[in-house]
């Protein structure tokens, strides 16, 4: 047999129909729903008097329109209390598994089910949702489909797909100290561009991939549609198995075995091509910021705000004439002298477990500066009951920081945590369009870690040199 990348085969395991110059019809493992585009889909079904094929296949959850403070009060925006009250009436009607605002499970959706362990290598997984590449993390072939697609998966668990392209983005060497993978991938992005992966699907390769935790991972795959790519993948290995083993939705006993035999096949044969490839040195990363207006707009911590007249491109010169003018930054302003006033730690990229732990350790012992709101929003109920449980939330709480429920929350104004006009905002979401965060609000997107620096120090500073303190906290503060 010919050598195959990755890709190719997921591809070829899930191909039903194939035609030459056509999209093929692939079958869907998995569809994950939320509550924002799936209401149209549910009404198809319901006039074409159809079910859910596979229910068993279909979970749903509640995450961009619930409200982060107290839980127990109604939820004042008529829209969100509608959509939310929609997904529970369609997951009851259609049999679909749902884990709502009365459930400890229920949280961002690309938290959630790798969680719970609904997330497998060598997996189709889609979902009404751009970041679904976040999955691609466990090898799982994942993207983000319109809400007609939702419907004709939920009708009939398979998808017409135009077969992507492959893209091998090989990253060189290990991260250096105090990088994170939230700083490799917006540097990714900042070299190569929000589209140099369009119409590919990404393959990640190379010894700090192979480095990473499965929440890292996650944090990498996440940004791929950033690049523009249709999915991001990882091969699976023993970080991969060790995560899911034991999860709720992971195979169990003998299945268990068997499904690890196959997931070990699940990786780029010697050999085999990628349609392109690029390569980029870990060595030369450091924490990253964004200035502009997309997720490729960014720099280093010790670098400064571009000028129009640095662009040789004139598409470019513009677009960074109008970001700056939005971002109300001056151009050369050094990263670590732009002031903030809002921070925000959480969404589908930054909202794991230890990304709170990360954040944790830098927080410990100090303040959040006197002219900074901070909120750190756990990415599901399970993050904030682990959080919790390692008490993580004193050390929050003690600096300053809001400790608040699960959700999307400040990731996009679909919710009661929005910036005013004119706010800035260090925030370890994916986007930094405008008014991504409210009307008028300003982005600059970075890591857990830069982001609880800068909620300290009142400004970006580089975290590489905080003095990590080793203070006590427990539930009456600083000890
Ligand atoms: C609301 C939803 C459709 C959207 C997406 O597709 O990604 C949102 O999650 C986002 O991050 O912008
Ligand atoms: S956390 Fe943000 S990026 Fe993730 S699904 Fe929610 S809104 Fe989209």
Same mark, same amino acid.
């Given at each position: 047999?010919?050598?195959?990348?990755?890709?190719?085969?997921?591809?070829?395991?899930?191909?039903?129909?194939?035609?030459?110059?056509?999209?093929?019809?692939?079958?869907?493992?998995?569809?994950?729903?939320?509550?924002?585009?799936?209401?149209?889909?549910?009404?198809?079904?319901?006039?074409?008097?159809?079910?859910?094929?596979?229910?068993?296949?279909?979970?749903?959850?509640?995450?961009?329109?619930?409200?982060?403070?107290?839980?127990?009060?109604?939820?004042?925006?008529?829209?969100?209390?509608?959509?939310?009250?929609?997904?529970?009436?369609?997951?009851?009607?259609?049999?679909?598994?749902?884990?709502?605002?009365?459930?400890?499970?229920?949280?961002?959706?690309?938290?959630?089910?790798?969680?719970?362990?609904?997330?497998?290598?060598?997996?189709?997984?889609?979902?009404?949702?751009?970041?679904?590449?976040?999955?691609?993390?466990?090898?799982?072939?994942?993207?983000?489909?319109?809400?007609?697609?939702?419907?004709?998966?939920?009708?009939?668990?398979?998808?017409?797909?135009?077969?992507?392209?492959?893209?091998?983005?090989?990253?060189?060497?290990?991260?250096?100290?105090?990088v994170t993978a939230k700083d490799l991938i917006?540097?990714?992005?900042?070299?190569?561009?929000?589209?140099?992966?369009?119409?590919?699907?990404?393959?990640?390769?190379?010894?700090?991939?192979?480095?990473? $935790?499965?929440? +890292?991972?996650?944090? &990498?795959?996440?940004? *791929?549609?950033?690049? /523009?790519?249709?999915?991001? !993948?990882? =091969?699976?290995?023993?970080?991969?198995?060790?995560?899911?083993?034991?999860?709720?939705?992971?195979?169990?006993?003998?299945?268990?075995?068997?499904?690890?035999?196959?997931?070990?096949?699940?990786?780029?044969?010697?050999?085999?091509?990628?349609?392109?490839?690029?390569?980029?040195?870990?060595?030369?990363?450091?924490?990253?910021?964004?200035?502009?207006?997309?997720?490729?707009?960014?720099?280093?911590?010790?670098?400064?705000?571009?000028?129009?007249?640095?662009?040789?491109?004139?598409?470019?010169?513009?677009?960074?004439?109008?970001?700056?003018?939005?971002?109300?930054?001056?151009?050369?302003?050094?990263? $670590?002298?732009? +002031?903030?006033?809002? &921070?925000?730690?959480? *969404?589908?990229?930054? /909202?794991?477990?230890?990304? !709170?732990? =990360?954040?944790?350790k830098i927080a410990n012992g100090y303040k959040?500066?006197?002219?900074?709101?901070?909120?750190?929003?756990?990415?599901?109920?399970?993050?904030?009951?682990?959080?919790?449980?390692?008490?993580?939330?004193?050390?929050?709480?003690?600096?300053?920081?809001?400790?608040?429920?699960?959700?999307?929350?400040?990731?996009?104004?679909?919710?009661?945590?929005?910036?005013?006009?004119?706010?800035?905002?260090?925030?370890?979401?994916?986007?930094?369009?405008?008014?991504?965060?409210?009307?008028?609000?300003?982005?600059?997107?970075?890591?857990?870690?830069?982001?609880?620096?800068?909620?300290?120090?009142?400004?970006?500073?580089?975290?590489?040199?905080?003095?990590?303190?080793?203070?006590?906290?427990?539930?009456?503060?600083?000890?």
């Amino acid at each position: 047999m010919q050598p195959r990348t990755l890709f190719q085969k997921i591809w070829d395991n899930h191909v039903i129909s194939a035609e030459e110059n056509k999209p093929s019809l692939l079958y869907i493992d998995l569809q994950l729903v939320h509550e924002v585009t799936s209401p149209q889909a549910f009404e198809g079904l319901r006039i074409t008097g159809r079910k859910v094929r596979r229910p068993d296949r279909t979970f749903a959850t509640i995450d961009h329109n619930v409200p982060t403070t107290d839980r127990s009060l109604p939820i004042a925006d008529p829209i969100s209390k509608q959509q939310i009250e929609t997904l529970n009436q369609n997951c009851a009607e259609f049999g679909v598994t749902l884990f709502g605002l009365d459930s400890k499970e229920q949280g961002v959706v690309h938290v959630m089910g790798p969680e719970l362990g609904l997330t497998h290598p060598g997996k189709t997984i889609v979902c009404g949702d751009s970041h679904t590449s976040t999955h691609g993390a466990f090898g799982a072939l994942a993207f983000g489909i319109g809400t007609s697609e939702v419907e004709h998966v939920l009708a009939t668990q398979c998808l017409q797909q135009q077969k992507p392209k492959t893209l091998e983005v090989h990253v060189d060497g290990p991260l250096p100290l105090g990088v994170t993978a939230k700083d490799l991938i917006l540097a990714i992005i900042a070299k190569w561009g929000t589209d140099f992966a369009t119409g590919y699907v990404i393959e990640y390769t190379g010894e700090a991939i192979r480095n990473l $935790t499965m929440e +890292e991972r996650m944090t &990498v795959c996440n940004m *791929s549609i950033e690049a /523009g790519a249709r999915a991001g !993948l990882i =091969a699976p290995d023993e970080t991969t198995f060790a995560y899911l083993e034991g999860r709720r939705y992971a195979p169990q006993g003998e299945e268990w075995d068997k499904a690890l035999a196959a997931w070990k096949e699940l990786r780029t044969d010697e050999g085999a091509e990628y349609d392109r490839r690029v390569v980029i040195e870990a060595a030369s990363i450091e924490p990253q910021v964004t200035w502009g207006t997309s997720p490729g707009m960014g720099t280093g911590v010790t670098g400064v705000v571009p000028a129009p007249e640095d662009f040789e491109n004139i598409n470019d010169r513009k677009a960074a004439e109008n970001a700056i003018a939005y971002m109300g930054i001056a151009p050369h302003t050094p990263i $670590t002298e732009i +002031e903030i006033d809002r &921070v925000f730690i959480g *969404s589908c990229t930054n /909202g794991r477990i230890e990304d !709170l732990r =990360a954040a944790a350790k830098i927080a410990n012992g100090y303040k959040v500066a006197s002219t900074v709101n901070a909120i750190v929003v756990p990415g599901s109920g399970m993050v904030k009951e682990q959080a919790e449980a390692e008490g993580l939330h004193h050390i929050f709480t003690a600096a300053g920081f809001e400790w608040r429920e699960p959700g999307c929350s400040m990731c996009l104004a679909m919710n009661p945590d929005v910036l005013s006009p004119g706010e800035r905002c260090a925030s370890t979401s994916n986007r930094n369009f405008e008014g991504r965060q409210g009307r008028g609000g300003r982005t600059h997107l970075v890591s857990p870690e830069m982001a609880v620096a800068a909620a300290i120090a009142g400004r970006f500073v580089d975290v590489r040199n905080w003095e990590v303190k080793e203070t006590e906290v427990n539930a009456h503060g600083t000890i």
